[in-house]
């Protein structure tokens, strides 16, 4: 079963959070043993994930900074390109055994893990707020995320 995505497009709310190698999965453990100190982990709301395609995407997201927010999309929207990166998407289950290697992309969720670097100013603990950008004639469909 697929989730259903409602019309009511809100926004959306999440934690920034260090990222710790026994709330993953073991099959990325490997990759990301070495990280856990350079990176915040950010698990990006379900339903964002499947407006955007991120799901079916090759497992990559890309995220842009414009100082006070960060977008991300589906595609490079070709802002400033010091202040955008391509990241790789993980799943893990939001109500489930974090540690499950019986992952799905048609059931579970995606997190990123952002180097610190490149969102400095943020904070572990920080609520996160996003909303979801609709697609014009100019604009690639996208998601904001800001420190609420």
Same mark, same amino acid.
């Given at each position: #079963?697929? #989730?259903?995505?409602?019309? !009511?497009?809100?926004?959306?709310?999440?934690?920034?959070?260090e990222l710790k190698i026994n709330e993953v999965s073991p099959l990325y453990e490997d990759e990301l043993s070495d990280i856990t100190n350079d990176v915040y %982990?950010? $698990? !990006?709301?379900? =339903? +964002?994930?499947? %407006? +955007?395609?991120?799901l @079916?995407?090759?497992? @990559?997201?890309?995220?842009?900074?414009?100082?006070?927010?960060?977008? /991300?999309?589906? /595609?490079d929207i070709?802002?400033?390109p010091l202040q955008s990166i391509r990241l790789k998407t993980f799943l893990y289950k939001p109500k489930g055994n974090p540690r499950s290697k019986e992952l799905s992309v048609d059931h579970d969720a995606q997190f990123v893990c952002i180097p610190k670097y /490149?969102? =400095?100013? /943020?904070?572990?603990? $920080?609520?996160?707020?996003?909303? @979801?950008?609709?697609?014009?004639?100019?604009? =690639?469909?996208?998601?904001t995320c800001h420190v609420s």
């Amino acid at each position: #079963m697929v #989730m259903r995505i409602t019309e !009511m497009a809100g926004t959306f709310n999440s934690q920034l959070r260090e990222l710790k190698i026994n709330e993953v999965s073991p099959l990325y453990e490997d990759e990301l043993s070495d990280i856990t100190n350079d990176v915040y %982990r950010v $698990d !990006m709301p379900q =339903e +964002l994930s499947i %407006r +955007l395609g991120l799901l @079916y995407n090759d497992g @990559y997201v890309h995220v842009t900074s414009d100082t006070i927010n960060l977008i /991300f999309s589906a /595609f490079d929207i070709e802002y400033d390109p010091l202040q955008s990166i391509r990241l790789k998407t993980f799943l893990y289950k939001p109500k489930g055994n974090p540690r499950s290697k019986e992952l799905s992309v048609d059931h579970d969720a995606q997190f990123v893990c952002i180097p610190k670097y /490149f969102v =400095e100013g /943020f904070n572990t603990g $920080d609520n996160l707020s996003w909303t @979801y950008v609709h697609e014009t004639e100019d604009t =690639e469909r996208h998601v904001t995320c800001h420190v609420s």
